[in-house]
Every structure is written in structure tokens, then in C-alpha cells.
Nanobody
Framework: QVHLVESGGGLVQPGGSLRLSCAAS????????MGWYRQAPGKQRELAAA???????NYADSVKGRFTISRDNVKNTVYLQMNGLKFEDTAVYYC??????????WGQGTQVTVSS
């Protein structure tokens, strides 16, 4: 099993930056990919960014050029650097890990609020 703990959310002004962290523990070797999902009020949960075990990345069109997903294998942590934040980025951000046989693991979520 994989356990995910997120941190780094908070309140930021438009144009500001935040870095989210997701620390993984447990059966880390079973993880094939990790990603950051977000769910804004009144909207469906969507994939913002993902990174595979091979290092390939994928981003939603809405965050391309502004968000960067990365990993630190020593710390078993995945990051989401969020720059140029907009009002529409306001959401609860959830760390996700996909393990063997397609099993999904989720963090508890961290709130990101972009407001002036």
C-alpha cells in the first residue's frame, strides 16, 4: 500500500506562486505514475499534471507553461510548482499515485486559494 501526504497549499494573490509537495511512503516501488488532480467548486475533478516512473510529464492545457511537476526520488516526494496563479486555479489539489494493476492512491487534499 502507498500513503500520500500533501502540503504547501494556502492563500496567494493572482500572479503569485506556490509549491505543493506530496510525500509517498509504504510500497513505493509499486508506483507507476503520480499526478496532481484538482477540484474547483462546482467542477469535476481534473488532472492538472502527471509524471510517470520514466520521467515523462503531462499537463492540462489550462496549466501548461505555468505549472511544473517534478520528483525527488531520495525524499520520495513529488512537487507541483505553480507559477502565475490565476483565480481559476482555486481548488482542492489532490496527490494521486497509480500502482500495480491500476490501483489508485490518494492524498487528503490541500486547499489552494487565489484571491486578491
Amino acid at each position: 500500500q502507498v500513503h500520500l501526504v500533501e502540503s504547501g497549499g494556502g492563500l496567494v494573490q493572482p500572479g503569485g506562486s506556490l509549491r505543493l509537495s506530496c510525500a509517498a511512503s509504504g510500497s513505493i516501488f509499486t508506483i507507476n505514475a503520480m499526478g496532481w488532480y484538482r477540484q474547483a467548486p462546482g467542477k469535476q475533478r481534473e488532472l492538472a499534471a502527471a509524471i510517470t516512473k520514466g520521467g515523462s510529464t503531462n499537463y492540462a492545457d489550462s496549466v501548461k507553461g505555468r505549472f511544473t511537476i517534478s520528483r525527488d526520488n531520495v525524499k520520495n516526494t513529488v512537487y507541483l510548482q505553480m507559477n502565475g496563479l490565476k483565480f481559476e486555479d482555486t481548488a482542492v489539489y489532490y496527490c494521486n499515485a497509480v500502482g500495480i494493476q491500476g490501483l489508485n492512491y490518494w492524498g487528503q487534499g490541500t486547499q489552494v486559494t487565489v484571491s486578491s
